[in-house]
């Protein structure tokens, strides 16, 4: 089967990246271009995964990078949210069908997808997944809050394509990957520095952008004052993943030449501007912790390699805060902003006293008396929580302060709930023989990719703890890929 091929396909793909873009901003102020939008992307990716499952694989890799929640382009059905990360898991899912069809289900089977690592700890957290979707049909007043609430689980069902598609000894598939999933966080990088510069000079399309954001899912902005904008995107998660991803072989590899350098140390400077505009203090304290277990899981290294980590960072850091300065302070015609780190250093403090601060301790005692109803099992998805909150987002729909939510910042209080301490453990037991599994490649293949992948992965452990990703598609994405090359004796 022919299909058109770029000549240059990381140009393609930015190319596209960008159409996506736009098309996604056009259609939150045209909404009837939604429904063809989708409709065209599931052609698109469909007839893309029947020449190439891994190439619709990449694409719905740079689509959790780039499309943060999933709604780039979204629209209700008969009164069901369908967006685009929906229409891309389904169509994977369908190709992978097709596949079995014209290969043999007994074949692909036996011979990719028997061969899985991971399936004892996969599956007994499928079957709790599964226990708790049932249960909360069952004893829930609301089905779509059930569905509503297991949906990002549905995001494990890829690991059938995933496994189809990848080949534990093509190292070249685990390059491509780093390739294109570097390609979109370069692209989230400049889209948060753009956002950046728009607003801190307060230019013309600044409502309609913020509306935008807003709607599609893409991020939250907030004043923060002194000419400081907090431009979150949640797959910014992704930004110290990078970091590790490339400062990791950086630092093993020979000494680079002044053009490699400038290129390295502009790169995790653009990766680090980013983590800071975020204004996420879990991003924060997880990437440093993270950071902390990288050097001690390298312990074997030479004083030097740490000196040189150190230094890329710490020059990196400086270059950074230079870049940040200097797209705020861009002189325009009629306008001047006045920057001032205040907004920074206080938000380094753990300041009680904050709205979403505050709501989140308050959920907390609410949420541990439901978790002991049924600590073993949980209650089913679904079961939600009522507590005080002064979170002014919330105040706007509840001005008596009083909320009700199924969705909990602490995330893995959140799972407990949900599937029990049961499901919990297996999740985590996952998470810590594929991290093992992962530092014990690197070690006997001298592969600091794989460092780089458990480090991350610690990374995500700790900052679900205060921010739920290992139970969104972000999380359980990286979770996946990362685990894909793996198979039985491999190590």
């Not at 369908?94 to 036996?110: C, E, N, P």
């Not at 028997?114 to 226990?131: N, R």
């Not at 995790?268 to 990437?287: D, H, N, P, T």
Request: proline share 4%; hydrophobic share 60%.
């Amino acid at each position: 089967m022919s299909l058109f091929k770029p000549r240059h396909p990381q140009f393609f793909a930015l190319s596209l990246i960008i159409l996506v873009e736009l098309l996604s901003f056009l259609a939150y102020f045209f909404p009837p271009l939604q429904l063809y939008l989708l409709a065209l992307s599931f052609l698109i990716v469909f007839i893309l995964a029947l020449y190439s499952l891994e190439a619709s694989l990449l694409l719905a890799m740079i689509e959790l990078v780039i499309g943060s929640k999933g709604h780039l382009f979204s629209v209700d059905i008969f009164g069901f949210p369908v967006s685009l990360r929906l229409v891309i898991w389904a169509t994977l899912l369908l190709a992978s069908l097709v596949y079995f069809y014209r290969h043999g289900l007994t074949k692909i089977w036996q011979e990719k997808i028997k061969v899985y690592e991971f399936w004892p700890w996969l599956g007994v957290l499928v079957i709790f997944i599964l226990f708790a979707f049932i249960r909360g049909l069952i004893f829930s007043n609301s089905w779509s809050l059930v569905l509503a609430d297991v949906n990002a689980w549905f995001y494990l069902a890829l690991i059938i394509p995933l496994l189809i598609a990848y080949n534990p000894r093509d190292k070249q598939q685990a390059v491509r990957v780093k390739k294109y999933f570097l390609l979109a966080i370069i692209w989230l990088s400049l889209k948060t520095l753009f956002l950046l510069f728009i607003f801190s000079h307060n230019l013309a399309i600044v409502p309609d952008l913020y509306l935008w954001v807003r709607r599609s899912g893409v991020g939250e902005i907030t004043a923060m004052g002194g000419g400081w904008f907090r431009i979150f995107i949640q797959s910014q998660i992704y930004l110290p993943i990078a970091f590790f991803l490339v400062i990791f072989p950086a630092v093993k590899s020979k000494m680079p030449n002044r053009s490699q350098l400038f290129r390295l140390l502009i790169l995790l400077a653009l990766f680090l501007a980013v983590i800071i505009i975020s204004m996420s203090r879990s991003f924060w304290l997880g990437f440093a912790l993270a950071g902390l277990v990288g050097a001690i899981a390298s312990w074997r290294l030479s004083w030097f390699l740490y000196f040189k980590a150190l230094s890329y960072t710490v020059i990196a850091a400086l270059l950074a805060a230079l870049l940040m300065f200097i797209i705020i302070k861009i002189p325009l015609p009629g306008n001047k902003v006045d920057v001032r780190f205040q907004a920074l250093a206080e938000r380094l403090e753990m300041n009680n006293s904050e709205a979403a601060t505050a709501s989140r301790w308050s959920l907390l005692p609410n949420l541990w008396q439901a978790i002991k109803k049924d600590p073993v099992l949980g209650q089913g998805f679904g079961a939600s929580v009522s507590y005080y909150s002064q979170d002014p987002r919330v105040l706007i729909n509840n001005p008596d302060a009083w909320y009700t939510t199924y969705a909990f910042e602490w995330a893995y209080l959140d799972t407990w709930l949900k599937i029990g301490i049961l499901g919990t453990l297996a999740y985590i037991s996952w998470l810590v023989y594929l991290i093992i599994s992962l530092w014990q490649y690197a070690r006997s293949r001298q592969s600091e990719i794989y460092l780089a992948l458990a480090v991350s992965l610690v990374f995500l452990m700790l900052v679900n703890i205060f921010t739920p990703y290992l139970n969104h598609p972000l999380g359980l994405g990286f979770v996946l890929f990362s685990s894909c090359f793996f198979r039985k004796n491999s190590l």
